[in-house]
C-alpha cells in the first residue's frame, strides 16, 4: 500500500470509529433513559403498569444488546485506526528493505552474480557491438587510416575484466573531470 491510499483508509476508518462512539453514546443514554422509567414503575402496581414494564425490559434488553455490538465494532475501527497507523509509520522502512532486497537479488542464471552485475555485463556487451558496428562502417566507407581488419571487442566474462573496465571507466572520467573549464 502507498502512503496515499494508507492515508484514505486510516480517514475512512476513523470516520467508522466517530461513528460508532456516537451510536454509543446514544445507546448509552436511551439506556439510562429506559432504566430511569423502568425505575419509576417499581412502585406502580396493575396489570397496565406490568405490561409497561415487560415492554421497557424488552427494549432495555433490545438496546443493551445492540450497545454491545456497537461497542465491538467501535474496537474493531479502533484497532484498524492502530493497525493502519503502525503501517503507515513502517511503510517508508518496507520500501527502504525492498529496494535493499532488489539490489541483493541474483541472477537466476549465475547466483554468484548479483543481477545489477550482470545488467553491467549486457550493457558492456551492447557497447561492444556497437563499437564493433562502428569499425565496420567504417572499413566499407574506406575511413580508416590502416588496412588491418578490425577486430572485434573482446567481450567481458571475468571479474578481472570487469575490473579492468571499471579502472578504465573511472580513469576516463577523471581525466574528464580535471580537463580545464572553458571561462567566458
Do not use: W, Y
Amino acid at each position: 500500500m502507498s502512503r496515499d491510499e494508507i492515508a484514505e483508509a486510516l480517514a475512512l476508518t476513523r470516520k467508522v470509529a466517530a461513528g460508532r462512539m456516537v451510536r454509543k453514546e446514544e445507546l448509552e443514554a436511551e439506556l439510562l433513559r429506559l432504566r430511569g422509567q423502568r425505575q419509576s414503575l417499581d412502585g406502580v402496581a396493575g396489570a397496565e403498569a406490568g405490561e409497561l414494564g415487560a415492554e421497557l425490559e424488552a427494549r432495555i434488553a433490545e438496546r443493551t444488546g445492540e450497545l454491545a455490538t456497537c461497542e465491538a465494532e467501535l474496537r474493531a475501527a479502533l484497532e484498524e485506526v492502530a493497525s493502519l497507523t503502525k503501517l503507515g509509520r513502517d511503510a517508508p522502512i518496507a520500501a527502504a528493505k525492498a529496494v535493499i532486497a532488489a539490489a541483493r537479488a541474483r541472477d537466476p542464471e549465475d547466483p554468484e552474480r548479483t543481477l545489477e552485475e550482470a545488467a553491467l555485463d549486457r550493457v558492456r556487451e551492447h557497447a561492444a557491438e556497437l563499437q564493433a558496428e562502428v569499425r565496420v562502417g567504417e572499413e566499407l566507407r574506406g575511413d580508416s587510416g590502416d588496412q588491418s581488419p578490425a577486430t572485434p571487442a573482446p567481450k567481458p566474462s571475468s571479474k578481472d575484466t570487469d575490473a579492468d573496465a571499471d579502472a578504465a571507466a573511472r580513469a576516463e572520467f577523471e581525466a574528464l573531470r580535471n580537463r580545464p573549464k572553458k571561462t567566458l
